[in-house]
């Protein structure tokens, strides 16, 4: 015999064949719609709880692991599964961990399951009063969704908690807790003892900085994907004359910050470093800030690398293996929201904003041209071409601008640096129509 699904309200008779039915009803109903259902919720628990916004990926884990809960309480629903057969979905193990990793309070994890678990109710139950009027079925199958829901919660916020006290105990044995409290600390400008923070670190704080965000796009785990990290970390610093070992903070199990000591310099030159390291399968890949000095140019080159990291991020795969914020400075502060980016670039470039071979060919001439303040021959030189070979390229960019290079080359030059940076994130997929 199939035992009773677990109710919190067991002086009503929720588990009769009428309320399961109905029940199993709802969530057939809701099946096909369950991407829609799955955003929903995704989109609540990222608006109401500002913690849990991290970045893309650490996003997209939350959003699978969404999307995981929604589809097992609907298939519990509709087939009367046992919830002692449940088990908490792998992605909402693994997002528990991740947050443990970053030091996310488990309360926001817990809050995001009672958040969740309500608008899920709230969907049934609006599908339930379209199903039906009357209003015992709506009682006893109302009931008994909320019973079963709250047991499943119940049960997998469960398991989702020891997977989270587990990783933060692992992970805070494994990291110089001290050390990264004092870079913290650090970056929220509290007043800290500049002396004691330099003996903490081992790193002189009274010098030039450059801040890094490093990650790996492979699926190397834990140590190996970090040991790689600061391994490729430390390779970059000798290629660009640090005299002192840096700073490498992980921040998950495939990505870190770190710093590297300048000196007295104020510039460094990031052409000369291999920032295409490989692991195996894992390729690795940096985003830099500008060189600053003392306290103040610690935390501010380390925003800039979170900024620049932003924008690689964005790109995708089609982005660069290095992302500068000097570079791409215009741009992270552009693309808080890349569909508009996406939309601005297109309607400024027109025709030159599709995305293939030769239409790329003309924004790389365009760009250059542009840079070299519309001298020929400086871009013939500096693109090793031939001029008639660039006049003949940038009259058929303008071309495809569908007007000549006017009052408006600021902003041309700008999605030219988008396109050259984001890629196919911004531009529009070739063969695809021009919307009018």
């Known amino acids: 015999m199939r035992r009773r699904p677990t109710t919190?309200?067991?002086?009503?008779?929720?588990?009769?064949?009428?309320?399961?039915?109905?029940?199993?009803?709802?969530?057939?109903t809701l099946a096909p719609r369950v991407a829609e259902l799955s955003r929903d919720i995704y989109d609540l628990i990222v608006r109401e709880i500002p913690q849990l916004r991290s970045d893309r990926r650490v996003l997209a884990l939350l959003e699978a692991s969404v999307d995981e809960n929604v589809a097992t309480m609907l298939h519990v629903l509709r087939h009367g599964i046992d919830l002692g057969n449940v088990r908490a979905p792998a992605a909402a193990e693994e997002y528990a961990r991740r947050l443990a990793q970053r030091g996310v309070p488990i309360a926001a994890l817990l809050r995001a399951y009672r958040i969740g678990s309500t608008r899920f109710q709230d969907?049934?139950?609006?599908?339930?009063?379209?199903?039906?009027?009357?209003?015992?079925?709506?009682?006893?199958a109302g009931l008994l969704i909320a019973g079963v829901t709250a047991a499943y919660i119940d049960k997998v916020s469960e398991e989702v908690v020891s997977a989270y006290e587990l990783e933060k105990e692992n992970w805070l044995r494994n990291l110089s807790v001290a050390r990264a409290a004092r870079v913290r600390a650090l970056l929220r400008n509290e007043q800290v003892d500049v002396d004691s923070a330099e003996a903490i670190l081992g790193y002189r704080l009274r010098q030039h900085h450059l801040g890094v965000v490093a990650w790996t796009t492979g699926t190397a785990a834990g140590g190996d994907a970090l040991g790689l990290l600061e391994q490729a970390t430390l390779q970059v610093a000798g290629e660009a004359g640090c005299d002192g070992r840096p700073i490498f903070v992980p921040q998950d199990e495939s990505s870190a910050w770190a710093w590297l000591p300048l000196g007295a310099r104020a510039d460094v030159d990031l052409g000369a470093t291999d920032a295409g390291a490989q692991g195996g399968k894992d390729e690795i890949r940096f985003a830099f800030g500008a060189p600053a000095p003392g306290v103040p140019g610690f935390r501010r080159t380390h925003q800039q690398a979170l900024s620049a990291h932003a924008v690689a991020l964005a790109a995708g795969p089609s982005g660069q293996l290095a992302t500068s914020f000097t570079e791409v400075a215009p741009l992270a502060l552009m693309s808080g929201s890349i569909p508009l980016l996406q939309a601005w670039v297109v309607e400024t470039l027109g025709a030159l904003a599709e995305d293939d071979d030769h239409h790329a060919r003309l924004r790389a001439t365009l760009g250059a041209f542009l840079q070299e303040n519309r001298s020929y021959k400086a871009t013939a030189e500096r693109l090793t071409l031939h001029k008639n070979t660039v006049q003949y390229r940038v009259r058929k960019a303008e071309e495809a601008l569908g007007r000549p290079l006017g009052p408006d080359r600021l902003h041309v030059e700008l999605?030219?640096?988008?396109?050259?940076?984001?890629?196919?994130a911004v531009l529009r997929p070739a063969g695809q129509p021009r919307a009018q």
């Open 415 to 424: 999605a030219l640096l988008a396109s050259q940076w984001l890629g196919a």
């Open 123 to 140: 969907w049934c139950l609006q599908e339930l009063g379209r199903q039906t009027g009357d209003a015992s079925i709506i009682s006893r």
């Open 8 to 28: 919190y309200y067991p002086s009503v008779d929720s588990s009769s064949t009428s309320a399961a039915e109905h029940a199993a009803a709802v969530s057939g």
